[in-house]
């Protein structure tokens, strides 16, 4: 082998590396989906997926690491009903929000909730927490507190970020 074919080998083995992630992963994908890929890829997805994922630490303290992953297919098919429609909806009042926002960070009895003065009466409080708890964005963990759910946390997160523009 020549000079010129060693350096021409040389320069598109430099150029093989430096595209190349040193994670193992698609060059110009962020690594969650790269793996994300290879992972339903391996499972038989062919339609890939999606993943939520969160490692917090609270406000409260408390921390918390969540992660589930859904086929493409099981949610593009089966999951657009009338109980989703209603879980959204419950979403979409601002003292709802509010709420779920005092209860992350430590509010979790009605009787702090009716404290702050623009949610609302005691009698108005509780109906959101119902419609609330109704649809599982919250839970009563005992003695007046409520919570909402590890399970539904990071897709509530997941949500409020989507929503951002």
């Known amino acids: 082998m020549d000079l010129v074919d060693r350096l021409e080998e040389l320069e598109r083995r430099v150029t093989a590396l430096e595209n190349t992630r040193p994670d193992g992963g698609e060059p110009n994908l962020p690594w969650a989906v790269a793996r ?4 339903f890829d391996d499972a038989g997805a062919r339609n890939g997926g999606v993943l939520l ?7 409260t303290g408390e921390q918390l690491n969540w992660q589930a992953q859904f086929a493409t297919d099981a949610v593009v098919g089966d999951v657009w009903t009338i109980e989703a429609a209603n879980c959204l ?3 979409a009042d601002p003292v709802r929000l509010r709420l779920l926002q ?3 960070n430590g ?3 009605a009787a702090d909730l009716a404290a702050i003065e623009e949610l609302g009466t005691s009698a108005e409080i509780y109906q959101h927490l119902r419609q609330l708890a109704a649809v ?6 005992g003695r007046g507190r409520f919570e909402v ?3 539904r946390l990071v897709p509530l997160l997941a949500t409020l970020a989507s929503a951002q523009r």
């Open 107 to 109: 509010r979790r009895t």
């Open 136 to 141: 599982g964005w919250l839970q009563t963990a």
């Open 36 to 39: 994300l890929r290879r992972e």
């Open 89 to 91: 909806a419950a979403l």
């Open 149 to 151: 759910p590890e399970a």
């Open 102 to 104: 005092e209860i992350v």
């Open 53 to 59: 994922a969160g490692a917090l630490h609270l406000p």
